[in-house]
């Protein structure tokens, strides 16, 4: 008979484990849900409220967060939204919502299918990610950092329908990658103006940006955003598109600046349009090894039939393993002399042991790469050209590459300058000297990526004073016809 009744008593208490709203078409605020017993939520102090336990936001309810404020989530504790949630607050007071303690995250969010999620000007930190289900789902001005696996396994975002938008977010020193999608889902990510700062911290072999194919009916756009990997991530990668079931993919990645990682681009899979356009791509060699990566951009596709439209066209790629490599039966469009494909490409000093690869075409398609400049800040005779590029001329089984109408005139090649910006000391203590061949603007970024000073630039030499404590920061330098990426060590 006590045992019978033990099992009720623990069956009562597991029953308050979580707790869901009524599901009648109310709307919710932290103030409504603490004066409800067992929600879980309590208030602590004025903006500042506690979650102790799992909570359901049913499918006809609405959570509405809409001032700025402190919500901490208790270790483990899981919130699951069915219905609506809007969090929205002004830029220089965010709504909050992190762990009760940062040693012990809680296990994130879950955005089912049919939910509508709308979401700014809102940090999330020291969760489990968060899980998104839903085909609704906006998010804008928003942080995500020092997130773990939890309710979403895959990245700090995980997608896995619909056309999701994310824009001017950061995502900072998360452990899995800052989006993500399963391989079997069709996802139309819109992905622009957003900061990304050394997420990947687990070190797995998965990039930033992980996504699977758009489908048939929607585009994936990577555009305008910042994208540094951290050096001891080894593992970790820019942006990858992954294509392994043969749907559609129409892509666009566009002026975004990508560095320090394994590798910059890649795109995998055998039927993938779109165009890769005005990147600047530097120095993603982290791991070291030209056999695992290092590419600036990297096409790979197998099988005898592939549908590969992709124009890749006024991108800085420099300091890399590889500049561009082609792969398996992959085929680009790297410029034929017309407005859709101009070429308009820039190398520098991509390569290792010595030796520099520009383009490497390991596949026995012949591509089309006229219009580029190959060897920045020269100009350089056919044979120097043919030196950084292989193809058949130096393996019988590839294709050709027509390189034809080289230059590095920037008549022909605006997006970036063949003149890097010089920068030195480095490191530095209270004074350094940027020189730029044009004015512009310049821009000095923390660790954790916060914008920490910018200054005008004058084209020339400019003498900038630093009040900056000790630590590495990033220059993002903006000009009339370029952007970069400089590191600065500050002692």
């Known amino acids: 008979m006590r045992k019978t009744l033990l099992f009720i008593l623990l069956g009562s208490a597991l029953s308050y484990a979580q707790y869901t709203t009524p599901n009648n078409g109310q709307s919710f605020n932290l103030d409504e849900l603490a004066q409800i017993e067992n929600s879980g939520v309590s208030l602590i102090e004025s903006g500042l409220y506690n979650l102790s336990q799992d909570l359901i936001i049913a499918a006809n309810d609405t959570l509405l967060i809409d001032d700025a404020l402190t919500w901490q989530i208790n270790s483990d504790i899981l919130v699951t939204i069915e219905g609506s949630f809007i969090a929205s ?6 709504i909050n919502i992190t762990a009760q303690d940062a040693g012990f995250p809680n296990a994130g969010f879950r955005f089912e299918e049919g939910s509508v999620i709308n979401l700014s000007n809102t940090i999330f930190e020291y969760g489990g990610g968060l899980r998104v289900l839903t085909e609704d789902f906006n998010m804008d001005y928003c942080e995500v950092k020092f997130q773990v696996a939890g309710a979403s396994t895959a990245a700090a975002i995980s997608f896995s329908r619909g056309n999701p938008t994310v824009t001017n977010s950061k995502f900072i020193s998360n452990q899995l990658p800052a989006v993500a999608s399963g391989a079997n889902q069709q996802i139309g990510l819109t992905f622009t103006n957003n900061e990304l700062y050394y ?14 194919p758009s489908g048939s009916n929607a585009s994936i756009l990577i555009e305008n955003n910042t994208i540094i990997g951290d050096r001891n991530a080894t593992n970790v990668g820019g942006i990858a598109i992954g294509n392994f079931f043969g749907y559609d993919n129409n892509v666009v990645i566009k002026n975004n600046v990508i560095s320090d990682n394994r590798f910059g681009i890649t795109l995998l899979g055998s039927v993938t ?6 990147n600047t791509i530097s120095d993603n060699n982290s791991q070291g090894n030209p056999n695992l990566g290092g590419s600036g951009i990297n096409l790979n596709a197998s099988g005898e039939t592939i549908s590969q439209s992709i124009y890749i066209k006024n991108n800085y790629i420099s300091n890399n393993l590889w500049g561009i490599t082609m792969q398996g039966n992959a085929y680009a469009n790297l410029g034929d002399g017309t407005e859709l494909s101009p070429g308009g490409n820039t190398f520098s000093e991509n390569g290792f042991d010595g030796d520099v690869y520009a383009l490497y075409n390991n596949t026995p398609n012949d591509i089309m790469a006229q219009g580029n400049c190959w060897i920045a800040g020269a100009e350089s005779t056919e044979e120097e050209v043919a030196e950084v590029i292989t193809d058949q001329s130096d393996i019988a089984s590839l294709g050709l590459v027509d390189y034809s109408n080289f230059t590095c005139n920037l008549s022909t090649n605006e997006f970036v300058s063949s003149t890097k910006p010089k920068l030195y000391p480095n490191p530095a203590k209270d004074l350094i000297v940027l020189e730029v061949e044009s004015s512009g603007s310049v821009e000095f970024y923390n660790s954790l990526g916060q914008l920490v000073f910018n200054t005008k630039l004058e084209a020339g030499k400019n003498d900038i004073k630093l009040n900056l404590s000790s630590g590495t920061y990033f220059l993002k330098i903006n000009s009339k016809n370029s952007t970069s990426l400089e590191k600065l060590l500050v002692k």
Do not use: A, F, V
Request: hydrophobic residues 15%.
């Open 89 to 94: 607050s002004t830029p220089n007071s965010p």
């Open 199 to 212: 997420n990947g911290l687990s070190n797995q072999n998965r990039p930033q940006i992980n996504m699977s």
């Open 273 to 278: 349009h779109g165009e890769i356009d005005g």
